[in-house]
């Protein structure tokens, strides 16, 4: 149970340390502030999933044949938390990048109709010598 908890663990801090934090700068201070939040938001999720995971044996003759239910329902909260902070991992980077005011609408379309020829190719083959698709 402890190794499976550390590799947990260790998978969880490569992924929201490495992976999901945007190559722009953030402090130290912030990356660990958020990874604590994180954790504790997949640990609080974990938490609430085994509640209601007790909550049903009030409902089973013998409850002691199904203490599995709170098992499941940690690891439903688990990978529920797990899958709403790589949500909100990802749409940190998203956000700041449409936020730009720097750069608007009418901007882009100038700058789209000013490099368009870089943009676009005249002619794109993909295939061997048995087939060939040009689109």
């Known amino acids: 149970m402890k190794k499976n908890i550390s590799l947990f663990l260790s998978l ?14 953030q402090d130290a201070e912030d990356i660990v ?4 939040n994180d954790i504790m938001l997949v640990a609080g999720a974990g938490a609430a999933g ?4 007790l909550s049903t044996l009030s409902f089973v003759d013998k409850p002691s044949k199904h203490i599995s239910n709170v098992w499941t329902g940690a690891a439903l909260g ?5 899958v709403f902070v790589a949500y909100n991992s990802a749409q940190k ?13 009418m901007e882009r379309v100038a700058w ?3 490099n368009i020829e870089k943009l676009t190719f005249k002619e794109v083959q993909i295939g061997t010598q048995f087939w060939q698709l040009s689109f």
Request: aromatic share 10%.
């Open 12 to 25: 969880y801090f490569l992924i929201t340390t490495v992976i999901l934090t945007p190559a722009f700068a």
């Open 33 to 36: 502030k958020n990874t604590q």
């Open 50 to 53: 085994a509640i209601l995971g």
């Open 78 to 82: 688990v990978i529920a938390g797990v």
């Open 93 to 105: 980077g998203s956000e700041d990048l449409m936020s730009s005011k720097d750069f608007n609408s």
């Open 112 to 114: 789209h109709d000013k």
